[in-house]
């Protein structure tokens, strides 16, 4: 019988009631953890309990929330008795926010906005879980993207929060080392409902709507296709597995399709198939 990698292993993950988190929520179930989902809505969570069942459990909060971040790792240490994997995941874009053509009291409030949720929130995430991980030799992974590393992922504002998630990642690793991992995965384009600031009027926008995306990045590319949420889970899952990922921390895995040796305006290479 297959024995999973994370066998007696329990995650939190935040945002995990949607696209990637709730890929990752799977993947680490069918891999043996439990798993707390923190959640934006209640209706994400009911899907996870009437999938999951028993191995995991859902609490609603706002990872901005240093006290919502807290009652998420208590609730999981409740349920599941440990803690040794956060996945601080939750996060909103910015559908591209040009600087020229955005008055600068939007900008400065979807700065504030977009920076609390994606840089405050792994921080105040990772800040309530120490304690557990410390304990246990856990892990921190964050979920980054291709705007951690480069232009055009995103407006000024996404891009900046995703670059300051990667400064996040490296700082805690040298804090937390040697008891605490952390790491992070760079997903690129992924077909999910992620959505905006409410500064910018985009909270109900979803990423699933952008026009043109999928011709983008095939045109751009090497791998030349729209990733799936599961499609990055795997990477999850060997980095938070102490007998897999032992030697890695301070580290992001890439899962951009080939963002870095991207040619601008066309994919180089030819299909095969
Ligand atoms: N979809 C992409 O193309 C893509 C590419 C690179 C990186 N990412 C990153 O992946 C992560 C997950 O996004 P996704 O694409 O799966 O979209 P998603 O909208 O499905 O997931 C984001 C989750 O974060 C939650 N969330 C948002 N604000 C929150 C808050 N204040 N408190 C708690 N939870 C909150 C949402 O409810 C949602 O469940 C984000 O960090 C995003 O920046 C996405």
């Not at 709730?22 to 798993?35: T, Y």
């Not at 600087?99 to 609390?116: C, P, Q, R, S």
């Not at 949420?229 to 990922?245: M, W």
């Amino acid at each position: 019988m297959h024995r999973g990698w994370l066998e007696g292993y329990v995650a939190l993950v935040t945002g995990g009631g949607t696209g990637i988190g709730r890929a990752v929520v799977d993947r680490f179930v069918a891999e043996g953890a439990k798993v707390c989902a923190m959640v934006r809505s209640a209706a994400d969570g009911t899907d996870l309990i009437r999938d999951h069942g028993d191995a995991v459990s859902v609490i609603e909060g706002d990872v901005r929330s240093a006290g919502d971040n807290a009652a998420a790792v208590a609730a999981t240490l409740d349920r599941f008795g440990r803690l040794d994997t956060l996945v601080a995941n939750a996060g909103i874009w910015d559908f591209f926010l040009s600087l020229e053509a955005t008055h600068a009291d939007v900008l400065a409030a979807t700065f504030d906005e977009i920076m609390a949720v994606n840089v405050k929130g792994s921080l105040l995430s990772a800040k309530a879980a120490v304690p557990a991980l410390r304990e246990s030799h856990g892990s921190i992974i964050m979920t980054v993207s291709n705007a951690g590393f480069h232009a055009g992922g995103g407006g000024p504002v996404y891009v900046a929060s995703k670059h300051a998630q990667v400064g996040l990642i490296r700082q805690l690793a040298y804090e937390l080392t040697p008891d605490v991992r952390v790491n992070g995965v760079a997903p690129g384009a992924t077909a999910t409902g992620l959505r905006g600031a409410a500064a910018a009027g985009q909270a109900e926008r979803s990423l699933e709507d952008v026009e043109g995306l999928e011709d983008a990045v095939s045109r751009t590319l090497p791998l030349g296709f729209v990733a799936q949420p599961q499609d990055h889970a795997g990477l999850y899952v060997v980095l938070a597995s102490r007998e897999n990922a032992r030697c890695t921390t301070g580290d992001i895995f890439r899962s951009d399709g080939g963002w870095e040796v991207r040619a601008p305006g066309r994919r180089p290479g030819r299909r095969t198939a």
